[in-house]
Structure formats: C-alpha cells, structure tokens
C-alpha cells in the first residue's frame, strides 16, 4: 500500500469533518524541484523515496498521503487558521529567481481529518506517534502561480511581519487577517497555474517499477 513513506489509499478513507476558522493564515516551507521552471515540489529521482508529495496541489490535501509537521497541522487546527500559504526558496531552471524565497500558492482549508491511525497503519514512517490526533488539511480553493507571479518575502516584507530569523526548512509564520488578505488576494489577481504544476509534476514523476510489474501481471 506504500512506497516507503506515502500512502497509497483513498482520501475518502478519512473521517473529513467541515472546519470553522477566522481568515488568517499559515506560511510553511516547501522544497522546489530544480529541473522545473515551474516553482513545483521536489520530485524524487526514483522511488521508493522518502520525498513526500507536498503539499499535494493534485488533491488540495495537506498532511494526507504522508505523514511529516504533524504538530504544524495540529496548530493550525487548534488555532483555527483558515489559509495555508506555502513557501519556497526557488531552486528552478529561471536563473533570475533562483535562491530567493517566495509564496507560491494557497489553499482554503474547508475540512480537516485525524488521520493518525491511517498513518500509522500505511506509512513505514510517521511524525505523529506520540500526538494525540494527526490532523490532515484538505482545501476547497487553491491555486498555485508561475514564479514570476509569486509573491516574493523580500527582507521589508519579512520585516514588516516582524520576522528577524533566517527562514529554514522548519520556518513557520503565522499571519493575521489584514496580512493573509493581502498574500491571498495577491496571487487571486494571477493566472491560476495549478493544472500546470500538475501536468510537470506527472511529467517528472518516476515510475514505480515495482508497481508496473504488479500491473503487468494483471
């Protein structure tokens, strides 16, 4: 049901339950695939892998197929934010981006799951042994933009938000509503690039050779 540490079973497999939050917004860190125009999520060289497919703009699903920040998820949750914002040092093939840190996309979280017994169940690896609840994030709007139309954390940005740590891999950044708005409506006003991530993304992706042989015996 695996390869490694992604599950391989159907988001409808989780107990999604309608979500109530205010209009602020999360920033997380994603990594960017570097043979890629497009700003997508790192695609492994080959599989089985340990790179897992987030954020997953395929299904608008956060914290679903694989299991990683779970205690990211659950705050968001318990805090009762509304948007998730992905970030990501671009590490693409447009020189002129390259290195420097951008939003990318959102999603609108409309219903959460716990989601930790599936983890534990089909995932070889998990971060949420000793969390009470594994929430996974699924959206009912999203939208990701070429990284000429991202909106760039430039350093008055950052300070603006008060942000005086280096962003990392573990970076997390917490907006409020008037903030949130303001990135949001940003990339709204942009051509929506999501099919796009998806097609490259596809177009990237390795195959599973043990899985083609499964196919074959069929």
Not at 64 to 85: E, T
Not at 167 to 188: A, S
Request: proline content about 3%; charged content about 30%; overall charge negative.
């Amino acid at each position: 049901m695996t390869y490694n540490d992604v599950m391989k079973v159907s988001m409808e497999s989780a107990a999604w339950q309608d979500y109530r939050a205010s209009n602020t917004g999360m920033v997380v860190f994603y990594s960017s695939d570097p043979v890629s125009e497009l700003p997508i999520r790192e695609i492994p060289e080959e599989l089985p892998t340990d790179i897992l497919p987030e954020p997953n703009y395929e299904t608008g699903t956060y914290g679903f197929y694989g299991c990683s920040k779970s205690k990211v998820r659950n705050s968001f949750v318990k805090s009762k934010i509304r948007f998730l914002l992905f970030m990501t040092k671009y590490a693409g093939t447009k020189n002129d981006f390259k290195d420097k840190i951008f939003i990318t996309g959102f999603y609108r979280i409309s219903q959460v799951a716990d989601v930790k017994k599936l983890h534990i169940r089909y995932c070889s690896d998990y971060s949420c042994l000793d969390e009470d609840a594994c929430e996974s994030l699924r959206a009912d709007e999203f939208r990701f933009v070429d990284i000429e139309d991202a909106f760039e954390l430039t350093s008055a940005v950052l300070k603006s938000w008060d942000i005086k740590s280096r962003i990392t891999r573990q970076t997390r950044i917490v907006l409020n509503e008037e903030q949130t708005t303001t990135v949001v409506e940003f990339l709204k006003s942009k051509a929506d690039k999501t099919s796009e991530y998806v097609a490259e993304t596809e177009r990237l992706q390795p195959h599973n050779l043990q899985e083609e042989g499964e196919d074959e015996e069929e």
